[in-house]
C-alpha cells in the first residue's frame, strides 16, 4: 500500500526544500489562488450550483490533492469538463444527488488508484478525448447564450437545439448592456496578458466590470440577483442518502471518475513536460478520490487537475506541492473577508469568462487535425463529438470506447495480412558498435491509443541520455491520433534538448500519416531513411558533424 500511495510532498521535504523555492511556491500559490477564484465561481454558476460551492471545491479540494497528491505541482479544484455532467445531475437528481454522486465517484478513483490503473490514460484514444472536450466546450458556450444577451429566460430546456430555439425566440429582448460587458470582458481576459502576465485577465475584468456596474447602477442582472449573499464561512453536513436508490447514481458516478482521472492524468503529464518530472499516477487518482470523497460534506462539486491553473502555477515558479496548498489558504483567506462583494459579480461578466474557457477548451486545432487521419478516428471523434452535443457525456464515452474498441480490432484484422516483409539487415554489429551519443530503440508493433503513452515515455527516456536517437518502424504497420500525439509532444521535448530524432524502415502509410500530421517536418525529410544500416550511416555522420561544430565553438 505504502509503496502505491506516495505523495510527493513528503518526497519534496526528503529531498530538501530551499528558502528560494519555498518564497517562489507561496508567491505562485497566491497567483493560482487568484487565477482560481473567478474560475471557480463561474464554474459552479455555469454548473446549476450557487457560487460558493465552487469556492469551497477549491480550497477543500485544492488543499487534498496537493497535500496527498502525486505530482509536485497539480492544482486541483472545479473544471470546465465537469459542467456539463454536474448540470444533468443537479437537475434530475437535485445537490443531495450530486454530492452522492461525487463522493461515490471518490471511491471509485480511490479503488483506480490501489487496482494500479494509473495508466488509464493510454486507453482513451486521442481522438475520444478530444471529441468530448470539444463537445463540452461547444455546451458551455451554449449555456452562457442567455447571460451573455442578458435575457431573461427563467428555465433553460436541457436539450441543445431547442435551448438555441428559445435563443433566437427571444433574441429581440437582448440587454444590449449585457453584450457588452460580455464583449469587453471577453476582451480584458483575452488581451490583458500583453499587459501584465502576473495578474489573471479574467481577476481584472471582474474587479473592474463589477465596480463599474455598482457605480454607475447598470441594469444588469448579478449573483445577487439568482443567488443572494454568498456565505463568507464553511459548514460541515451530511447529504440525505436513500440507500434503495443508490443504484441510480453509479453511472453519473463512474462519468464523473473518469472525467475526472483522465484529465487529472493529463494535467499531471502536461506538467512533468512542464519541469521535467514524473508524476505517481495511481497516487494522483488516490488523491483526487479522497479529494471528491470530502468535499461534498463541505457543500462542494466534484474536482480534479485543472491543467490551466497548474500551467499557470508552473510558469509562476512554484515546483512543489507547498504552492498548491498556499493557493487553497489563498482562496480561503478571500472567501472569508470578500465574499460578501462577489454578489455584485454581473452575470454578463462570468459569461464572458467562460466563453473564453470554452473556446480554450475547444481544441479546435486538434479537432481539425484529426481529420487528415484515419476515417477510424474520425468516426470516433465525431461519435463522442455529436453525443456530447447532443445526447449525453455518460452516452458518449461509453459509445467512443466502444467504438475505439471495435475500430482498432478491425483495423488490425486489415493489416495482419499485409504487413510487409522485413528487409532490414539484423545481424549484430548493428548494435554492437554504435558509437557513444547514438541510441536506438525499436517498436514493435503498431502505435496506437493503448501503445502510444508507454513508448512515447520510453522514446524519452532513452533520448535523455543521447544526442542522436534512431526509431526503428519496420514493425509498425500503422500509427493512429494518440500515438501522432504523443510522439510530436516527445520530440518537440527531445529536440528543445538537442536530440537528433532518425527514423528508418517507415512503411508508405505509416510515412503518409506522418506527413500529414506535420511530424515529418518536425523530424526533418531527411532523417527519415527507408533500412536501418542507412540510418546508422547518417547518424554517424550527423554525430561527426556535431562533434566538430562543437570544436568549432
Not at 479574467?202 to 448579478?222: K, M, N, Q
Request: glycine residues 8%; proline residues 4%.
Amino acid at each position: 500500500m505504502l509503496r502505491i500511495f506516495q505523495p510527493k510532498i513528503f518526497t519534496s521535504f526528503k529531498e530538501g526544500i530551499t528558502k528560494e523555492q519555498l518564497l517562489a511556491d507561496v508567491f505562485s500559490g497566491i497567483i493560482v489562488g487568484i487565477v482560481a477564484l473567478p474560475l471557480a465561481i463561474a464554474f459552479a454558476v455555469a454548473s446549476g450550483v450557487s457560487p460558493e460551492k465552487g469556492i469551497i471545491t477549491a480550497i477543500v479540494a485544492g488543499f487534498i490533492i496537493s497535500f496527498l497528491g502525486g505530482s509536485r505541482v497539480q492544482i486541483g479544484g472545479p473544471t470546465g469538463a465537469f459542467l456539463v455532467i454536474i448540470f444533468a445531475i443537479v437537475e434530475q437528481y437535485g445537490i443531495d444527488g450530486l454530492a452522492i454522486s461525487t463522493i461515490m465517484a471518490g471511491i471509485i478513483l480511490i479503488i483506480f488508484g490501489f487496482l494500479r490503473l494509473g495508466a488509464l490514460l493510454r486507453y482513451f484514444p486521442h481522438p475520444l478525448i478530444v471529441g468530448f472536450t470539444s463537445g463540452i466546450a461547444v455546451v458551455i458556450f451554449s449555456t452562457q447564450i442567455k447571460d451573455a444577451l442578458g435575457l431573461s429566460i427563467e428555465k433553460l430546456p436541457s436539450e441543445f437545439l431547442q435551448k438555441w430555439q428559445l435563443y433566437f425566440s427571444n433574441i429581440q429582448d437582448t440587454n444590449l448592456y449585457a453584450l457588452v460587458i460580455t464583449i469587453v470582458t471577453m476582451l480584458i481576459v483575452i488581451y490583458s496578458k500583453n499587459i501584465t502576465s502576473k495578474i489573471p485577465g479574467s481577476f481584472i475584468a471582474i474587479i473592474l466590470i463589477t465596480a463599474i456596474v455598482a457605480l454607475a447602477d447598470i441594469p444588469v442582472t448579478t449573483i445577487e440577483t439568482f443567488f443572494g449573499t454568498i456565505p463568507s464561512d464553511i459548514s460541515f453536513s451530511f447529504p440525505t442518502v436513500d440507500f434503495s436508490t443508490l443504484s441510480l447514481y453509479f453511472a453519473p458516478a463512474l462519468t464523473i471518475a473518469l472525467l475526472g482521472g483522465i484529465e487529472s492524468l493529463l494535467s499531471a503529464v502536461v506538467a512533468d513536460g512542464m519541469i521535467g518530472a514524473n508524476h505517481r499516477s495511481n497516487t494522483e487518482l488516490i488523491a483526487q478520490g479522497i479529494a471528491n470523497v470530502v468535499t461534498p460534506f463541505f457543500g462542494g462539486i466534484p474536482a480534479t487537475g485543472a491543467i490551466a491553473r497548474t500551467a499557470t502555477n508552473v510558469k509562476n515558479g512554484g515546483r512543489t506541492p507547498i504552492a498548491g496548498i498556499v493557493h487553497a489558504i489563498t482562496l480561503l483567506l478571500i472567501m472569508l473577508f470578500f465574499a460578501s462583494l462577489a454578489k455584485l459579480i454581473p452575470m454578463a461578466c462570468l459569461a464572458g469568462i467562460l466563453i473564453v474557457v470554452a473556446y480554450n477548451m475547444s481544441e479546435w486545432r486538434s479537432f481539425v487535425s484529426i481529420f487528415k487521419g484515419s476515417y477510424f478516428d474520425i468516426i470516433v471523434l465525431l461519435s463522442t463529438f455529436i453525443l456530447t452535443v447532443m445526447v449525453d457525456l455518460t452516452i458518449a464515452i461509453q459509445v467512443g470506447v466502444i467504438l475505439s474498441s471495435l475500430l482498432f480490432m478491425k483495423r488490425m484484422a486489415d493489416v495482419g495480412a499485409v504487413i510487409p516483409e522485413d528487409t532490414e539487415s539484423d545481424s549484430i554489429e548493428n548494435y554492437s558498435n554504435l558509437p557513444e551519443g547514438i541510441s536506438v530503440y525499436e517498436i514493435g508493433g503498431p502505435l496506437f491509443f493503448a501503445s502510444a503513452k508507454q513508448y512515447a515515455q520510453t522514446i524519452r527516456d532513452i533520448g535523455y541520455s543521447s544526442k542522436i536517437l534512431i526509431i526503428r518502424m519496420r514493425h509498425v504497420p500503422f500509427i493512429d491520433q494518440t500515438a501522432i500525439h504523443n510522439l510530436e509532444a516527445t520530440i518537440e521535448i527531445l529536440k528543445k534538448l538537442g536530440v537528433i530524432i532518425v527514423m528508418s524502415g517507415v512503411n508508405n502509410e505509416v510515412y503518409k500519416d506522418l506527413k500529414q500530421n506535420h511530424i515529418v517536418s518536425l523530424i526533418g525529410e531527411e532523417n527519415i531513411l527507408k533500412s536501418f544500416p542507412k540510418a546508422l550511416s547518417y547518424a554517424k555522420e550527423m554525430l561527426i558533424l556535431e562533434e566538430s561544430k562543437n570544436i568549432e565553438k
